[in-house]
T-cell receptor, first 115, second 111 residues
Framework: DVKVTQSSRYLVKRTGEKVFLECVQDMDHENMFWYRQDPGLGLRLIYFSYDVKMKEKGDIPEGYSVSREKKERFSLILESASTNQTSMYLC??????????????FGNGTRLTVT | GQSLEQPSEVTAVEGAIVQINCTYQTSGFYGLSWYQQHDGGAPTFLSYNALDGLEETGRFSSFLSRSDSYGYLLLQELQMKDSASYFCAVRDNQAGTALIFGKGTTLSVSS
C-alpha cells in the first residue's frame, strides 16, 4: 500500500512565524500535491509538483511556497504565518498519468492553528 | 477555470439507495473522480469515469454524461459506515495532473 506520511498531526504556531509542513511518500510517485481543507470549502489546491525541483501553483498559492529537493519529499512553507492560514493541510501523491491509473493517495493531514 | 457543484448534505437510512450528483464546468475534461472521507480521516479514492456510462464497484457505482457535464455517485444498500463526506473531482486542464475538488457532500446514514 502507498503510504503518505505527514510529519505532524497537530501544529500550533504564532503569527509571523515561518512554518514548515513536511510530507513523505514511499511509492516513488512522480506527482505530489498540497491541499488545504476548510469547512464548507472542500479541498483547495495550493501547490503541486510533477518532478523533483519542479513546482506549479494551484488555486490559492498566496502566502505559501514549496520545496521538492528529493522525489519522495514535498514540503509546504508558510513564509509568515497568519491566522487565516489556520486550516487542515493535506498532502497527496500520485503516479504520472491520468484517471484511475493515478488516483491521489492522501496523508492523514496536519491541523495547523496560527494564534 | 474549473468549478464543480454538488449538494452539501444528504441524509438516508440504512439499506436505502442514495445518489450524489455533481455538475462541472471545465475548459477541458480528463475524467470525473470520486473520493470518500470519513470524519478525521484522509480522502480515499472511490471511482473514476473517463467515458459516458456507469462504472460499478460493489455497492458503489459512478455515472458520467460528458454532454451534460454531469455525473453522480450511487450508493446502494447503505450502511452506517457509509456516513462520510464525498467529493467529486476533475483534472485541472492546465496542469493535467492536479485534481480540482468540489466542496463535498456530507452523507448521514441513520438506522
Amino acid at each position: 500500500d502507498v503510504k503518505v506520511t505527514q510529519s505532524s498531526r497537530y501544529l500550533v504556531k504564532r503569527t509571523g512565524e515561518k512554518v514548515f509542513l513536511e510530507c513523505v511518500q514511499d511509492m516513488d510517485h512522480e506527482n505530489m500535491f498540497w491541499y488545504r481543507q476548510d469547512p464548507g470549502l472542500g479541498l483547495r489546491l495550493i501547490y503541486f509538483s510533477y518532478d523533483v525541483k519542479m513546482k506549479e501553483k494551484g488555486d490559492i498559492p498566496e502566502g505559501y511556497s514549496v520545496s521538492r529537493e528529493k522525489k519522495e519529499r514535498f514540503s509546504l512553507i508558510l513564509e509568515s504565518a497568519s491566522t487565516n492560514q489556520t486550516s487542515m493541510y493535506l498532502c497527496a501523491s500520485s503516479e504520472s498519468g491520468t484517471g484511475a491509473k493515478s488516483p491521489l493517495h492522501f496523508g492523514n493531514g496536519t491541523r495547523l492553528t496560527v494564534t | 477555470g474549473q468549478s464543480l457543484e454538488q449538494p452539501s448534505e444528504v441524509t438516508a437510512v440504512e439499506g436505502a439507495i442514495v445518489q450524489i450528483n455533481c455538475t462541472y464546468q471545465t475548459s477541458g475534461f480528463y475524467g470525473l473522480s470520486w473520493y470518500q472521507q470519513h470524519d478525521g480521516g484522509a480522502p480515499t479514492f472511490l471511482s473514476y469515469n473517463a467515458l459516458d456510462g456507469l462504472e460499478e464497484t460493489g455497492r458503489f457505482s459512478s455515472f458520467l454524461s460528458r454532454s451534460d457535464s454531469y455525473g453522480y455517485l450511487l450508493l446502494q444498500e447503505l450502511q452506517m459506515k457509509d456516513s462520510a463526506s464525498y467529493f467529486c473531482a476533475v483534472r485541472d486542464n492546465q496542469a493535467g495532473t492536479a485534481l480540482i475538488f468540489g466542496k463535498g457532500t456530507t452523507l448521514s446514514v441513520s438506522s
